[in-house]
């Protein structure tokens, strides 16, 4: 269990960030048109897995923005924004955004595992059942290069570190 805030006010997740160098869990993700992805779909590609609790908060808007620009830069790399959203919503969110360079996933289908193989369900506090800010960045193979959990929910992640993971 890691320990985060939101709002200043202490939560917590129901476990830990998978270890840098240990293979990535497998997920059960949704996509805009009802399809399921799961981590081979990425096979042979860099990942960087952009979680957030929710399209509809700012901080989880503005990352999207940030990572959608910056994904128009990077070769064989796909960034991937996973939060609980309906792809419905999602797909709202990036037309109208003009969010066109990032795969924005759901994983309101898959029972909490995603949150559980990641670490990221929150498990108590106003957010309970959300994921936590994270960012997990995945080379190749499919093996953990760098992982961080933003220590407030309301704070964005550190871009350029997950963006020198990649190296």
Known sequence: MAKITLGGDEINTIGE??????????????SKDMKEVTLANYHGQKVI???????????????TVRFNSEASHLENTRIVCVSGDLPFALTRYCQAEGIENLDNLSNFRDGGNFGKR??????????????????????????????????????EPNYEAALSALN
């Open 17 to 30: 960030l998978p270890v840098a160098g240990s293979d990535a869990p497998d997920f059960l993700l949704v």
């Open 49 to 63: 897995l952009n979680i957030y609790p929710s399209i509809d908060t700012g901080v989880c808007a503005m990352s």
């Open 118 to 155: 990641y670490g990221v369900e929150i498990i108590d506090g106003g957010f309970k059942g959300l994921n936590a800010r994270a960012v997990v960045v995945i080379d190749e193979e499919g093996k953990v290069k760098y992982t961080e959990l933003v220590p407030e929910v309301g704070q």
